[in-house]
């Protein structure tokens, strides 16, 4: 019959249709396998932890462990006590540490090569640190010479004012200290702070305190059993110099006179 052949034909065409679409989608089973692969990330030929730690980045690593951070700690002579254990203590976390006081040492070169020396600062503070003289000479020359401030309250009910007070204000860190001495947690603050700060290395007028000899800049003025008598003149640009030399000769027991020849007689 006519018809018969186009039947067979679109049957045909379908039964081809259908191939067609079985060879184009897997099987289950052929899905299951091949999900896997899919969904697997490709693994790069390079390797990323080598990209992570490439030789500059452990370089600087290695340098920022090298560099000593020099750490000056000023006190009044009646917290020396609690200033010797804090540098201890920060001596054992690798910093090197030097204390200095309104007593110690005597010399003014001494005093000044100590501050210009430190990376770091720390001030013990306390109402006898803002009425001596020497205590606020050497925060105040640390401010000048723009250095890293701490400030540690060592009574913690004494608030500085005037100028100790702005200082303690621009502190990088300030810290009350505890009535059981340096605990663990201000060992840990000061620690942070110290190595958090960016260091500076200036070797220009800084000789290493430990081969400074603390009087090597005084001048014998006795001869013999008679001792002479010093006059420290100045005029009032150089006051707060004049002043500094004329304590220190003080408190070695030298008769001393002070003028200042801006002022009239």
């Known amino acids: ?61 290695i340098l920022i462990c090298l560099v000593t951070i020099n750490v000056l700690i000023s ?60 205590c606020m000479e050497t925060i105040n020359y640390a401010k000048d010479l723009r250095k890293p401030i701490v400030v540690i309250l060592a009574e913690s009910n004494f608030q500085p004012y005037g100028a100790l007070g702005a200082i303690s204000a621009g502190a990088v860190r300030s810290i009350v200290l505890p009535n059981d001495g ?14 958090n700060q960016k260091i500076k290395k200036n070797s220009k007028n800084v000789t290493d305190p430990a081969k400074m000899e603390a009087n090597n800049d005084k001048v014998n003025m006795i001869h013999g059993d008679t001792q002479c008598t010093i006059l420290v003149c100045t005029v009032d640009d150089g006051v707060t110099v004049a002043q500094l030399v004329y304590e220190d000769f003080i408190s070695n027991n030298l008769n001393v006179g002070f003028e200042n020849l801006s002022k009239p007689n």
């Open 1 to 61: 019959m006519g018809c018969a052949p186009s039947h067979n034909a679109a049957a045909h065409e379908q039964i081809n249709s259908n191939a067609v679409t079985a060879t184009t989608i897997p099987s289950t089973k052929q899905q299951e396998t091949i999900e896997p692969t899919k969904s697997t990330p490709k693994m790069s030929s390079g390797n990323c932890c080598t990209a992570k730690f490439r030789p500059s980045f452990l370089l600087n690593i």
């Open 75 to 134: 006190c009044h002579h009646n917290e020396k006590d609690v200033a010797e254990q804090l540098s201890k203590q920060l001596t054992n976390l690798n910093f090197t540490c030097y204390t200095l006081t309104d007593a110690t040492p005597s010399s003014i070169v001494a005093r000044a090569n100590l501050v210009r020396w430190s990376d770091v600062f720390i001030s013990l503070i306390s109402r006898s640190y803002q009425r001596t003289f020497f």
């Open 182 to 195: 340096i605990s663990e947690n201000v060992l840990t603050q000061l620690s942070n702070t110290i190595s």
